[in-house]
């Protein structure tokens, strides 16, 4: 950190706080401290997309569906390092803001950060300028920062957000994912990202309505989860042992809410009773 | 060849603390004080778009009288200051101490060098510490002085007068309608004592509390319309979205969601 002893710094504030500028805290830490910006790093050459990849442990599936009154999303709780187990109570779903929330998957201690910074950025932009930004705005802004980790991502070190949020001018929720490159796609109805995405969309294909109650949507992301942990070896289960469950959030109009961990634990027993009698869960009509 | 004129310092640094207290009385005063819950800030501003009390960070808030320029660029500077000092160490990291020392730094530098023009603004940074009895108010002056405010804190135009409004009804943990009324009727009372007390209503108000009953960790929130008539009405409070109730969950990152039950979810809209 560089405040203070900056060069051009003036009685305890850099000359840069002071110069009418951008609203953007990537832009003016990128001026003041680059270092403390996660996109610092630079691996240097010689590092291949393995041996980078294998350093971090890596998170894994992100559901995100939406509901008449908001959206919902929910993370599984496992980190992995290869083969290995590195956290089984992590958390992979935060909120952005009062109004929007994102998921992470990829390389979990840049991704971390990366959310870390997305929070910041927001605050600031709301902060500075007295006005939040629009959803799609936030929407872009995570892309830029997406698009700035390109040179990491393509060492093995990706960052694959899904945001989502209660998108105050439309009057419902809406989710948008990315890719590697920083790219942006507006995802409807659902969306799940990560290594046990494919089971998870299966799943929700056949669960989801779009005019499902709020319990049920949950209900129905908790059942997509318990989908890509069956199939997904990186993708971890509900924990019934140590009660550690996945982590699930809703974004309305009234703002981001966390679903209570009792509750969920409830709507998990029950999901987990109707696993016995029919393990592949609960039957859609053919036709 | 002329030579230039000498001009002693001590009539130096009083033609420019004389220059910058003209431009600071001209403009309407503000009030922050103490309340039961943590720390009001009341502004006599008829704008609703160009706002004399502003957020900086978490718990710390920013109020500015003077020259609208010179005060946001500080409350800009502050933000940047705070933000950045979060991201690189943590939230609890930012103090309004630190900041309030920087703003002394730069304004003090400002005042005393020949170079520029003194910045015509006093602020007021406050903080909301972990009880009532760490709450900070600092005032800082166009040239750098800095004060440790008990209870409250004054400036604009007629500072003296105000204050004295608010030392005669001022009280430990004033609810907050009792608060903002008596800032409102000190603000009223500019003219001294004799002159009628002049109305001030919601259009000619900015009000905002730095709130620690808030359950999300940024505990500023801008008191406006409805709220603040029902405020200055002695009416209940209506409820703020931001203000629910339940216990913030301890996430690492900021800011945390409050927890919710399924059945309080508001119905879709019709």
């Known amino acids: 950190m560089t405040d203070g002893s900056a060069a051009g710094s003036r009685?305890?504030?850099?000359?840069?706080?002071?110069?009418?500028?951008?609203?953007?805290?990537?832009?003016?830490?990128?001026?003041?401290?680059?270092?403390?910006?996660?996109?610092?790093?630079?691996?240097?050459?010689?590092?291949?997309?393995?041996?980078?990849?294998d350093l971090t442990p890596h998170g894994t599936t992100i559901v995100a569906a939406t509901f008449p009154g908001g959206v919902v999303m929910a993370g599984d709780?496992?980190?992995?390092?290869?083969?290995?187990?590195?956290?089984?109570?992590?958390?992979?779903?935060?909120?952005?803001?009062?109004?929007?929330?994102?998921?992470?998957?990829?390389?979990?201690?840049?991704?971390?950060?990366?959310?870390?910074?997305?929070?910041?950025?927001?605050?600031?932009?709301?902060?500075?300028?007295?006005?939040?930004?629009?959803?799609?705005?936030?929407?872009?802004?995570?892309?830029?920062?997406?698009?700035?980790?390109?040179?990491?991502?393509?060492?093995?070190?990706?960052?694959?957000?899904?945001?989502?949020?209660?998108?105050?001018?439309?009057?419902?929720?809406?989710?948008?994912?990315?890719?590697?490159?920083?790219g942006r796609y507006e995802e409807h109805s659902f969306f799940s990202v990560g290594s046990g995405s494919i089971f998870a969309r299966g799943a929700l294909k056949k669960l989801y309505a779009p005019d499902l109650a709020v319990a049920d949507t949950v209900m129905a992301v908790l059942q997509a989860l318990y989908d890509a942990a069956d199939d997904d070896s990186a993708t971890g289960g509900p924990d019934m042992a140590r009660r550690i469950f996945p982590v699930i959030m809703i974004a309305g109009p009234d703002g981001v809410q966390r679903v209570g961990d009792d509750q969920i634990g409830a709507m998990v027993d029950r999901l987990v009773a109707a696993r016995r009698i029919r393990p592949d869960g609960p039957e859609a009509r053919v036709v | 060849m002329s030579s230039p004129f000498y001009v002693a310092p001590e009539q130096q640094m009083k033609d420019r603390a004389d220059f910058a207290r003209k431009g600071i009385g001209r403009g309407r005063s503000v009030v922050v004080l103490h309340y039961a819950d943590g720390i009001v800030f009341v502004a006599e501003n008829r704008s609703q778009a160009l706002h004399k009390v502003g957020e900086i960070y978490d718990r710390i808030g920013f109020a500015a009288v003077g020259r609208y320029n010179e005060f946001d660029?500080?409350?800009?500077?502050?933000?940047?200051?705070?933000?950045?000092?979060?991201?690189?160490?943590?939230?609890?990291?930012?103090?309004?101490?630190?900041?309030?020392?920087?703003?002394?730094?730069?304004?003090?530098?400002?005042?005393?060098s020949g170079g520029e023009k003194p910045y015509e603004v006093e602020i007021i940074v406050a903080e909301l510490g972990a009880s009532a009895q760490d709450d900070q108010i600092y005032r800082l002056t166009y040239d750098g002085s800095i004060g440790d405010e008990e209870h409250f804190a004054v400036m604009g135009g007629s500072a003296e007068a105000i204050a004295e409004v608010v030392r005669s009804g001022y009280a430990d943990a004033l609810d907050l309608a009792a608060a903002v009324q008596l800032a409102v009727h000190a603000l009223g009372s500019d003219g001294g004592p004799g002159t009628p007390v002049r109305e001030l209503g919601v259009d000619a108000l900015e009000v905002a509390v730095l709130d620690r009953t808030r359950a999300l960790p940024r505990k500023f929130r801008r008191v406006a319309g409805p709220r603040l008539a029902a405020v200055l009405g002695g009416q209940p409070v209506p409820a703020d979205a931001g203000g629910v109730s339940g216990q913030p969950d301890a996430s690492t990152t900021s800011p945390a969601a409050p927890g919710v039950a399924l059945t309080d979810l508001p119905s879709p809209p019709a």
């Not at chain 1, 709301?126 to 995570?142: D, M, Q, T, Y």
């Not at chain 1, 698009?147 to 929720?173: H, I, K, S, T, Y």
């Open chain 2, 73 to 112: 660029t500080l409350r800009q500077a502050g933000i940047r200051y705070a933000d950045l000092r979060g991201y690189s160490y943590d939230r609890t990291d930012v103090t309004a101490r630190g900041l309030a020392n920087a703003y002394a730094q730069l304004l003090g530098g400002i005042f005393s």
């Open chain 1, 11 to 53: 009685g305890g504030l850099p000359a840069a706080f002071l110069r009418a500028g951008s609203s953007s805290f990537v832009d003016l830490a990128a001026a003041v401290a680059p270092d403390v910006l996660p996109t610092s790093r630079s691996a240097g050459p010689g590092t291949s997309a393995a041996s980078l990849g």
């Open chain 1, 77 to 182: 709780r496992r980190a992995t390092m290869s083969n290995m187990i590195a956290q089984r109570d992590i958390e992979k779903v935060f909120p952005a803001d009062e109004f929007s929330l994102v998921g992470i998957a990829g390389a979990a201690g840049l991704a971390v950060e990366m959310v870390g910074l997305f929070q910041v950025e927001l605050e600031h932009y709301e902060k500075i300028e007295g006005a939040p930004l629009s959803l799609v705005g936030k929407a872009n802004r995570l892309a830029t920062m997406i698009r700035g980790n390109l040179p990491l991502a393509m060492q093995g070190l990706a960052v694959v957000p899904l945001f989502a949020g209660w998108d105050e001018a439309a009057a419902m929720g809406r989710i948008f994912s990315y890719d590697a490159t920083g």
